[in-house]
């Protein structure tokens, strides 16, 4: 079973929907959970950041983190054109400097 | 905002010579990353630097490999014999160590022919 699992797409949704994006893990001991998006040939940009369990929002995006069934989602709503890019969960251990990255979902936004 | 900031964008080599990629971190920040992405692969971790000492690194940061601050803004990665499979996106990245989070530069191209 792969460490962190995420499905790559692509996923293509309407401009305004609200877009639903996961991953899931194996790693019981991850406390640290964050969402990162990149761009075509750019590097992962830090959306969210989630120590342990619980939701977190941030504007148009909200992180949730299942630490019992390992999932994790990053809801985007009101989506937009400009959202369009590579979705890149990642995972921590407290006591490891490596971040563990999922494949990435590549997400279209549709005008 | 403060970033990080890598150099060069492309960098384009022979097998077998050396490479020098360089980065400069976010100014307050005190734990320094590479990782690296192959075409198409995911993001992989490479190794973490910290009170100018290698605080972890992957099984992919063999002797090949080295990493130095040479003062106080520059953090730098050495391949000293570079392969073909060593062509990928090379990230630094940097972060402040109390909540674990860390912040990527815009990468390097690294191409070996």
């Known amino acids: 079973q792969k460490e962190v699992e995420q499905d790559p797409g692509p996923l293509s949704v309407p401009e305004g929907a609200i877009v639903s994006l996961n991953c899931t893990y194996s790693?019981?001991?991850?406390?640290?959970f964050m969402w990162y998006r990149q761009y075509s040939r750019k590097g992962p940009e830090l959306l969210m950041y989630?120590?342990?369990?619980g939701n977190k929002e941030d504007g148009r995006f909200t992180a949730q983190v299942d630490k019992s069934s390992k999932y994790i989602s990053l809801f985007i709503r009101d989506s937009q054109p400009s959202d369009s890019a590579t979705y890149l969960c990642?995972?921590?251990?407290?006591?490891?400097?490596?971040?563990?990255f999922g494949k990435g979902t590549r997400l279209h936004i549709l005008p | 905002e403060p970033e990080v900031t890598q150099t060069p964008s492309h960098q384009v080599t022979q097998m077998g010579q050396e490479v020098i990629l360089r980065c400069v971190p976010i100014?307050?920040?005190?734990?320094f990353y590479w990782y690296r992405q192959i075409l198409g692969q995911k993001v992989e971790f490479l190794v973490s630097?910290?009170?100018?000492?290698?605080?972890?690194k992957s099984e992919i940061f063999d002797d090949q490999f080295s990493v130095e601050r040479p003062d106080g803004s520059n953090f730098t990665l050495k391949i000293r014999s570079t392969k073909l499979e060593d062509s990928a996106m090379y990230f630094c990245?940097?972060?402040?160590?109390?909540?674990?989070?860390?912040?990527f530069g815009p990468g390097t191209r690294l191409t070996v022919l």
């Open positions: 630097f910290y009170n100018n000492e290698i605080s972890e």
């Open positions: 990245a940097s972060g402040d160590g109390g909540s674990g989070t860390q912040y």
């Open positions: 990642a995972m921590k251990v407290n006591r490891d400097d490596k971040i563990i």
């Open positions: 790693n019981s001991a991850f406390q640290y």
């Open positions: 100014s307050n920040h005190l734990y």
């Open positions: 989630t120590y342990s369990s």
